[in-house]
Nanobody, 127 residues
Framework: QLQLVESGGGLVQPGESLRISCAAS????????IAWFRQAPGKERQGVSC????????YYADSVKGRFTISRDNAKNMVYLQINSLKPEDTAVYYC????????????????????WGQGTQVTVSS
């Protein structure tokens, strides 16, 4: 069983940066793709980025390109999301999710493609 735990969220001001983390534990073999999703109040969960743990290849949603950077540290079973130039519309609960298989542009953002999810970390951007 794979467990995912997010951390690093908080209250930040517009324009600031934040790095949130996803720690994987348990049976981590076979889970090759980690993604970050976010869900704002009253909105659907939205995929923002994903990474292949084996190759390091990444995808980003158009809405976050240039501001978000996903990275991984396989030795620590950690995946990070660096968020720069935060905007109020970035306010959401951020979730990491894991699935097996190769990285694909379509499945990167598909909620149903992921079998394991963390509990989420709240990011609030407000002055």
């Amino acid at each position: 069983q794979l467990q995912l735990v997010e951390s690093g969220g908080g209250l930040v001001q517009p324009g600031e940066s934040l790095r949130i983390s996803c720690a994987a534990s348990g049976f981590t073999l076979g889970y090759n793709v980690i993604a970050w999703f976010r869900q704002a109040p009253g909105k659907e969960r939205q995929g923002v980025s994903c990474i292949s743990l084996s190759t390091g290849s990444t995808y980003y949603a158009d809405s976050v390109k240039g501001r978000f950077t996903i990275s991984r540290d396989n030795a620590k079973n950690m995946v990070y999301l660096q968020i720069n130039s935060l905007k109020p519309e970035d306010t959401a609960v951020y979730y990491c999710a894991a699935r097996a298989g190769p990285l694909s542009a379509y499945e990167c953002y598909a909620v149903g493609a992921y079998g394991y999810w963390g509990q989420g970390t709240q990011v609030t951007v407000s002055s």
